[in-house]
């Protein structure tokens, strides 16, 4: 898959890509389930996502192959990022940081 | 109580599936409009976007046709951008050309009441010809072939019937 390719993986994502884009950024770490998840991202992005939107990212990620699903240690399934899901991740933290840089040149020039 | 109702109107392969680590992590919430708007959202969308992942394939004679069912055979399966792209491509370039078909068949046969029943065939036989890269991706090129033209056969069938009984009556 190319570069671009991966970086648009969560494109198609809808109202979901910035569920899936936290919930990735959550799992580089190591896996978690949805709990650890949720109180994760509201550490890190101050939101905190209902469990309808939170699984319907993580629905969407499973079936691109970007997280996948661990066996369950109780009733609650640990999730982790695939070798896809890091790589796309990478792709979209780079492009966002080329354009906060751009956007922060443009601000401060005068 | 609110939440096991709510959890009900998700699918079933998504129950199935998430069912339980929903229960779970909301079971020591409070149960807030927050929350069941959420679930709410949540169960219309896995309803109207069935992700294969929790898309279930029921094997025969266990199929039902319940809402869950039909609309997961209704909705296309891994129908990227570019898919959808191309399918309203092709939408417009079917209705151009079927447009052009009907202008010339006009000129030629003149006033026709068989004709305008035709065109009155034309726009759904240009929307079955764009599911080619969404609703049929998953069939192969022949059954495509036969899906499209059993359908638009049928389709210029039933305007020729209704033609027929309307100039009869």
Redesign the interface.
Known sequence: MKKRDIDQEL??FGRFAEPALLILVSLADGPK???AM?EDIAAVADVR????????A???L??RGLIERLEAD????PYRLTALGEKALRARLASMQAVMRIGQRRLASP | MIVRWLLGLYPRGWRDRYGAEVSALVANEPVTIRLILDLFAGAVDARLHPQPVFRRTPSAGQESFTMSTIFAHCTPVDVTRADAWRSAGLMIALSVVVAGVYIWLKRTLGENAFLDALAAAFFPIAALGSSWDTYLKPYSFAAKVSIVSATAFVVLLISLLASFLSEAI
């Not at chain 1, 996502?49 to 319907?56: A, E």
Request: zero cysteines; a negative charge; aromatic letters at 14%.
């Open positions: 494109d198609d389930h949805g709990y949720t996502f209902g469990p309808g939107t939170l699984y319907g993580i629905a969407r499973e079936t109780d009733r609650r399934n």
